[in-house]
Nanobody
Framework: EVQLVESGGGLVQAGGSLRLSCAAS????????IGWFRQAPGKEREGVSC????????YYADSVKGRFTISSDNAKNTVYLQMNSLKPEDTAVYYC???????????????????WGQGTQVTVSS
């Protein structure tokens, strides 16, 4: 059974940092791409970042480039999202998801991901 479990969310002041974790199990971690998405109330789900566990390729939304860093620890089957210089507009529920394939043109599309975590709330106060 595929499982993705997010953790690390919380309340932080603007300018602060958080590190989200996505612990994966039930599939061959090295063969998959792991994406981070977020959804704020009343807004559409947005692709934030993605990493390929096979070759380490990374992708970022323009809104988080230079502030967020995605990384993977294949030994622990865990992907991290380090979020720095947080802004109130980063407030959302953050989800991780697994996809067998992803490219620079598709990583942000939720439809390519087959499995999703339950989400973790990130709240940034001004």
């Amino acid at each position: 059974e595929v499982q993705l479990v997010e953790s690390g969310g919380g309340l932080v002041q603007a300018g602060g940092s958080l590190r989200l974790s996505c612990a994966a199990s039930g599939f061959t971690f090295d063969d998959y791409r792991i994406g981070w998405f977020r959804q704020a109330p009343g807004k559409e789900r947005e692709g934030v970042s993605c990493i390929s566990n096979s070759d380490g390729s990374t992708y970022y939304a323009d809104s988080v480039k230079g502030r967020f860093t995605i990384s993977s620890d294949n030994a622990k089957n865990t992907v991290y999202l380090q979020m720095n210089s947080l802004k109130p507009e980063d407030t959302a529920v953050y989800y991780c998801a697994a996809a067998r394939w992803a490219t620079s043109l598709s990583w942000y599309r939720g439809s390519i991901y087959t499995d999703w975590g339950q989400g973790t709330q990130v709240t940034v106060s001004s």
